[in-house]
């Protein structure tokens, strides 16, 4: 089965509303990378997180270990947030390779 | 900074033609990784190497994919024989620790 599962899968926002994304491990979380891609874009890293809760401008992730889950919280959400959110799982130790989930796809209307 | 660099950005290739991507890493950064992306598959590691050195290819399709890394400024991922199923973009990564830093990616389109 797929280690990583993101959701939800879509998400459609008023200007304004907040959105919580998730990402859920079915193997042990060593730390976990959240990206960001406008479509037909690169990925933009947006946070590193091996534990803890991480805070950027109006985005929080939290990564929760022993639960092997992560979320990317965003507050008063923008028309400009819209995109795809990855959560990746890094494999163990420094250098590892990344396994991504599926994405949100988020789309925030005026 | 001029991020990690990828090129072409778009490719065009024939079937059965072979094709070759570069990726220049963020100097200073000791491990280049190579992904793929598609809309059925997402995001699929290949491989990845650390201080040159080859560490991990278990993604990489064991016929036609071939990656290599000559000098620290740069990696190289060739496809022979391409197929239409190769058509993704490749996505090329570099990182000094734990975090990675990805280039724009490469298009690959098998006709």
């Known amino acids: 089965g797929q280690q990583v599962q993101q959701s939800p899968a879509s998400l459609v926002l008023q200007e304004g509303e907040n959105a919580e994304l998730q990402c859920n491990l079915s193997?042990?979380?060593?730390?976990m990378q959240w990206f960001y891609q406008r479509p037909g874009g690169s990925l933009v890293s947006l946070f590193y997180?091996?534990?803890g809760t991480k805070h950027s401008g109006r985005l929080t992730s939290t990564t929760v270990i022993k639960e092997r889950r992560s979320s990317l919280h965003i507050s008063s959400s923008q028309t400009t947030d819209s995109g795809t959110y990855l959560c990746?799982?890094?494999?163990?130790?420094?250098?590892?390779?990344?396994?991504f989930g599926k994405g949100t796809k988020l789309s925030v209307k005026s | 900074n001029a991020g990690v660099i990828q090129t072409p950005r778009h490719k065009v290739t024939g079937k059965g033609q072979e094709a070759t991507l570069w990726c220049e890493p963020i100097?200073?950064?000791?491990?280049v990784f190579w992904y793929r992306q598609t809309i059925v598959q997402g995001l699929e590691f290949l491989t990845y190497?650390?201080?040159?050195?080859?560490?991990?290819d278990s993604g990489m399709p064991k016929e036609r994919f071939s990656a290599q890394m000559p000098n620290q400024s740069h990696s190289t991922l060739k496809i022979q024989s391409t197929q239409p199923q190769d058509s993704a973009v490749y996505l090329c990564a570099s990182s000094h620790s734990y975090e990675q830093y990805f280039g724009p990616g490469t298009r690959l389109t098998v006709l």
């Open positions: 190497f650390r201080n040159q050195a080859p560490i991990d």
């Open positions: 990746a799982l890094h494999s163990g130790g420094s250098n590892a390779k990344l396994t």
């Open positions: 193997t042990s979380l060593n730390s």
């Open positions: 997180n091996p534990s």
């Open positions: 100097s200073g950064h000791s491990a």
